[in-house]
C-alpha cells in the first residue's frame, strides 16, 4: 500500500517548489513597472474596445491582429465571432468628439426712420414726407441740415448665413472613424485588408471601470474563500479540516496566479475579465475534491476507532485517489481540446482552468490531507504532554 501520508514531506516541498518562484513573479508586479509579473488587459487598465467586420469573409483575426501591431498596437487581442465581426481591443485611444465651429451671427441694417418736414401743400398748409435719417457716423458729431433732399427709400438687407458644415458625429456609431488615431488606424486595416463593411461598436473603458472590477474580483475571491471555510467547519464540526481545506485554495489560488505571472513576463499572456470566473470555479472544483477526501476520512475514523489518524487518512486517500485522478483527467482532456481548437477569445481562461483544475486535484490528495494530520497529530502531543501529569498524579494517588 502506497504510504502518501509517510511520504508528506516530500510533496510538501514540491508544493514549495511550485509556489515559491510564481509568488516572487507576482511580488514583482507592483515594483516593476509593468514589465514583469502579472498583465493585466483593457478590462482591468483601461482600453479602446472595436468591434467590425471587413467586406472580405475571408479575412482572419490572424491577419487582422499583425496588421495592428504594424499599426503600433502590440498589445492588441483580436478574436473573431461567429457572426464575422472582429472584437478587437487596444490601448486606451481618444474617442472625444471634435466640437464644430460656430456659425456666425447674421448682421441686419436698421430701418430708414421717418422724420416730419416742412412743406407747402396745394392749399398752404404743411405737409409731411417720408426722408430717411441721417445715419450717425461713429467719427463725427451729428449736424443738423436745414433742408435735407429727399432720397429713395432703401429696403432692409439681411447679410446670408453661411450653410453651416457637417460637424463630425460621435465616434462609436456605425460610422467608420476617421479622424485621429482610431481613424489612422481603421485606414491602414482597410489599406491592407480592404474594406470595412460594419461597425458594430466603438467605446473606451475608463480608470473608474477598471477599478471597480479589481475591487470585485477581490472581494468574490475573499467572500467565497470565508464562505467555504464556514461550511466546511460547519458541516464536519471541525475548524482544522475548514483551516486546511482553505489552505489548499490558498495553494492553487498562487499556483495559478504564478504561473499567469511568469508567461506574461516571459510571453505576454494577460488576464482578462473572464480569469476571475475560472479562478472562482477552480476554487469550487479543488473544494469539491477536498470534501470527498475529508468525508471518507471522517467515515473511516469511526469505522477503524483506535487506528492512528495518520494510517485512517492514508487509507481515506488510497479510496478516493481512484475517483478524483478519474474526474479531473475528464476534465483535463476537454480543456485541452478548447485550449488547441477554441480559438484566441477563450485561451486565457482555458488555461486557468487547466492549470487550477490540475493543481486542485494535486492539493486536495497531496496537500490538504497531509497538513490535516501534521495538525491532528501535533494536537495528539499536546494532550499527551498536558494528561501525563494529570495521570502520574492519579496512578500515585
Known amino acids: 500500500m502506497f504510504d502518501v501520508i509517510g511520504k508528506r514531506r516530500w510533496f510538501f516541498a514540491f508544493s514549495l517548489l511550485i509556489t515559491i518562484p510564481g509568488l516572487i513573479f507576482i511580488l514583482l508586479t507592483p ?27 475571408n479575412v482572419t483575426a490572424t491577419q487582422v491582429r499583425d496588421e495592428l501591431v504594424t499599426l503600433g498596437q502590440a498589445d492588441a487581442t483580436v478574436a ?52 430717411p435719417a441721417p445715419t450717425p457716423s461713429p467719427t463725427s458729431a451729428p449736424t443738423e441740415s436745414a433742408a435735407p433732399t429727399p432720397s429713395p427709400t432703401s429696403a432692409p438687407t439681411v447679410s446670408p448665413a453661411p450653410s453651416p458644415s457637417p460637424s463630425p458625429g460621435i465616434v462609436g456609431g456605425s460610422q467608420v472613424p476617421t479622424d485621429g488615431e482610431i481613424g489612422r488606424i481603421a485606414t491602414g486595416l482597410q489599406e491592407a485588408l480592404g474594406p470595412i463593411a460594419e461597425q458594430q461598436s466603438l467605446s473606451s473603458i475608463g480608470a473608474v471601470v477598471s477599478s471597480d472590477l479589481v475591487n470585485q474580483a477581490v472581494i468574490l475571491i475573499l467572500v467565497g474563500s470565508l464562505g467555504i471555510l ?14 486546511t481545506a482553505l489552505v489548499a485554495l490558498l495553494h492553487d489560488v498562487i499556483v495559478v496566479l504564478g504561473i499567469f505571472a511568469i508567461l506574461g513576463t516571459f510571453l505576454g499572456v494577460q488576464i482578462d475579465g473572464l480569469f476571475v ?25 469511526i469505522r477503524h476507532a483506535g487506528e492512528p489518524f495518520a494510517e485512517v487518512v492514508n487509507h481515506s486517500l488510497l479510496q478516493t485517489f481512484g475517483r478524483s485522478v478519474t474526474t479531473s483527467f475528464t476534465v483535463v482532456l476537454t480543456l485541452t481540446a478548447l ?20 493543481s486542485g486535484t494535486y492539493s486536495s490528495v497531496f496537500t490538504a490531507s497531509p497538513l490535516l494530520v501534521v495538525w491532528q497529530e501535533r494536537e495528539d502531543r499536546q494532550r499527551g504532554r498536558t494528561s501525563g501529569p494529570a495521570a502520574a498524579r492519579r496512578a500515585s494517588a
Request: proline share 7%; glycine share 12%; hydrophobic share 40%.
Open 339 to 358: 485550449l488547441l481548437f477554441g480559438g484566441s477569445a477563450t485561451e486565457e481562461f482555458v488555461l486557468a482552468l487547466l492549470v487550477g483544475i490540475v
Open 31 to 57: 515594483f516593476s513597472g509593468g514589465k514583469a509579473g502579472l498583465k493585466f488587459s483593457i478590462d482591468y487598465t483601461g482600453g479602446t474596445t472595436w468591434s467590425i467586420k471587413f467586406a472580405d469573409r
Open 277 to 301: 470566473t475560472a479562478m472562482l470555479t477552480v476554487i469550487g472544483f479543488s473544494v469539491h475534491d477536498t470534501i470527498v477526501v475529508f468525508d471518507r476520512v471522517r467515515e473511516n475514523r
Open 80 to 131: 473573431k465571432t461567429g457572426t464575422g465581426f472582429f472584437d478587437i481591443r487596444l490601448s486606451k485611444l481618444d474617442l472625444r468628439t471634435v466640437e464644430p465651429t460656430p456659425t456666425p451671427v447674421p448682421t441686419l441694417t436698421a430701418p430708414p426712420t421717418v422724420v416730419p418736414t416742412a412743406s407747402a401743400g396745394p392749399s398752404g398748409s404743411p405737409g409731411t414726407s417720408a426722408v
Open 230 to 243: 464556514g461550511w466546511i467547519t460547519l458541516r464536519f464540526r471541525d475548524v482544522k479540516m475548514g483551516v
